[in-house]
Nanobody
Framework: QVQLLESGGGLAQEGGSLELSCVASGSVYAMNDMVWYRQGPGQQRELVAAINPNGLRNYANSVRGRFTISRDNSKNTVYLQMNSLELEDAGVYYC?????????????????WGQGTLVTVSS
């Protein structure tokens, strides 16, 4: 069973920075796309940033130029550096990953979600 554990959330001032991390544990052979989502109070979950195994990145328009997603494949970890935080960035941030589990003779693909980490931005 693969699990994703997020960390790095907390309280930051408007204009400040936070860095989130998400590490996969369990019998992970490889990670395909890794994605950060967020859900603000009373809002739907939305994609924030995504990165594929080759490092190709995609960002929501609202965070482009302020947030940077990166990954360390050797550690099965994805990061989200958040700079110039705005009040609208507050919410629960979730990590999502397409994982590959390798067994004798076949691979199993499993989409996994983390439990989320809370980001609060104060004025």
């Amino acid at each position: 069973q693969v699990q994703l554990l997020e960390s790095g959330g907390g309280l930051a001032q408007e204009g400040g920075s936070l860095e989130l991390s998400c590490v996969a544990s369990g019998s992970v052979y490889a990670m395909n796309d890794m994605v950060w989502y967020r859900q603000g109070p009373g809002q739907q979950r939305e994609l924030v940033a995504a990165i594929n195994p080759n490092g190709l990145r995609n960002y929501a328009n609202s965070v482009r130029g302020r947030f940077t997603i990166s990954r360390d494949n050797s550690k099965n970890t994805v990061y989200l550096q958040m700079n110039s935080l705005e009040l609208e960035d507050a919410g629960v941030y979730y990590c999502n990953a397409d994982t590959v589990l390798r067994y004798a003779g076949y691979d199993e693909y499993q989409e996994v979600w983390g439990q989320g980490t809370l980001v609060t931005v104060s004025s």
